[in-house]
């Protein structure tokens, strides 16, 4: 990894990737795209194009043009909005990764891009959910993400494609929001606990989900890239996780540090489903293994750090 392309860098990941990736491997090494230009620092902290990762072409001619020696594509739908929009979802997740791989292929880049715990399914093993298990989802987000698992396998056995990938479980950040996940409670909890002392979640209680806090979803990813291959025994959507934790437990976590936070609920039935047809707890054994995947935090100490980090950024 020397020279990156990174496609939907102003995304939820894309954004606190961008900046660590400058920092380890100097900004002007690192190309940020993006449909969108907004002000952001992942922007403009470095090279940036737009880009629509629909054309294949053009994403073709940014990495060539930057001399890319790897592609980071980071540019889907999250669940919740895929299901609002399942074709867009398919044209967009499926047609944006067929072109990374392919521009990949043609300049023999190496090649990252995440799964999910969404790739799981309610048939899928609920707790220790192995590496390798039934993967039967029911949302048109897991769809893409089973299907894009076996094609980043297949780009690695058909071309020797150095392709490279985790599934991620809920992802915590305070730099960018998520856009229309199911997990992303998780992440408007602490913006409403800092706002107005309280929330309404729409997961139901008891629901439980894997989580993990945005700094090391980023080191995993640089982790997993710098992984010798020759200890690769998978290469693509490895198991990761920090934590598994149910709305009330979050909820707990923030009035250790906030003693008048306050949480109802208000479940939404599309959300509730489809964290329901989710995992409660996956197995990140073989990351562990493999390439020495580690976490550095939990529940509570991630809960003081974006209590923190937002009091900051919110002025408050
Ligand atoms: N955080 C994602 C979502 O909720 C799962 O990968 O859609």
């Not at 001399?67 to 867009?88: I, Q």
């Not at 494609?161 to 856009?179: C, E, M, Y």
């Not at 989710?278 to 974006?306: H, Q, R, V």
Request: glycine fraction near 8%; proline fraction near 5%; hydrophobic fraction near 40%.
């Amino acid at each position: 990894m020397k020279k990156i392309m990174v496609t939907g860098a102003l995304g939820q990941i894309g954004s606190e990737l961008i900046t660590k990736l400058r920092m380890e491997y100097g900004a002007d090494n690192i190309l940020a795209t993006d449909i969108r230009h907004p002000q952001s620092e992942a922007a403009d902290s470095g090279p940036f194009a737009l880009l629509d990762v629909t054309n294949g072409e053009e994403m073709y001619a940014r990495a060539k043009d930057f001399g890319a020696d790897t592609m980071v594509h980071m540019a889907a739908l999250l669940s919740a909005k895929a299901e609002d929009n399942p074709l867009l979802a398919w044209n967009l997740n499926m047609g944006g990764l067929v072109n990374a791989l392919e521009v990949s292929r043609e300049l023999g880049l190496q090649f990252f891009t995440p799964s999910s715990i969404g790739a799981f399914g309610p048939s899928t093993p609920k707790i220790n959910t192995p590496q390798d298990t039934l993967q039967r989802p029911t949302t048109m987000y897991g769809v893409n993400k089973v299907a894009g698992e076996l094609l980043c396998d297949y780009y690695y056995e058909k071309f020797g494609l150095d392709t490279r990938g985790v599934r991620f479980p809920g992802l915590i950040s305070n730099v960018a929001k998520p856009g229309g996940g199911t997990t992303d409670y998780a992440v408007d909890i602490f913006y409403k606990a800092l706002e107005e002392g309280k929330y309404t979640s729409y997961i139901a209680e008891g629901t439980y989900m894997d989580m993990m806090y945005m700094p090391d979803a980023v080191q995993a990813i640089v982790d997993l890239m710098e992984a010798d291959p020759a200890k690769l025994i998978h290469r693509n959507a490895f198991n990761v996780t920090a934590m598994s934790f149910e709305p009330s437990q979050i909820a707990t976590a923030i009035q250790k540090q906030m003693p008048n936070f306050t949480m109802s609920y208000d479940v939404d039935p599309v959300r509730q489903a489809i964290a329901a047809s989710w995992p409660d707890a996956i197995d990140a054994s073989a990351a562990k293994a493999e390439w020495g995947f580690t976490a550095k935090y939990d529940l509570d100490k991630m809960t003081i750090d974006m209590l923190e980090k937002l009091k900051v950024k919110l002025a408050i």
